[in-house]
Nanobody, 114 residues
């Protein structure tokens, strides 16, 4: 499974941004898809994740502001980020789990700054 993330960039505090993660290769039986992030000097942390049935799980820091969704026909997951804060600045990594293996995309940088 290969994951291609896109959509990062610079946004002002309070703004919105949408990330996309397209899966290719052996995409059958992909279970969970979602996003993690890593800020400078910090560990990688969960942002939000969605399973094949549509159930979602979010970090407390993103709950209510971020929404993870997926289009199974396109093998693509999305992260809609609203009310962005400077502390959301990080490299965001696309994630997928297929059977017992985990896959990571290249990171995409999100910078929240005025």
């Amino acid at each position: 499974v290969q994951l291609q993330a896109s959509g990062g960039g610079l946004v002002q505090p309070g703004g919105s941004l949408r990330l996309s993660c397209a899966a290719s290769g052996s995409t059958s039986r992909i279970g969970a898809m979602g996003w993690y992030r890593q800020a400078p000097g910090k560990q990688r942390e969960l942002v939000g994740i969605i399973n094949s049935g549509g159930s979602t799980n979010y970090a407390d820091s993103t709950k209510g502001r971020f929404t993870v969704s997926r289009d199974n026909a396109k093998n693509t997951a999305y992260l809609q980020m609203n009310s962005l804060k400077p502390e959301d600045t990080a490299v965001y990594y696309c994630y997928a789990r297929r059977v017992l293996k985990e896959y990571w995309g290249q990171g995409t940088l999100v910078t929240v700054s005025s």
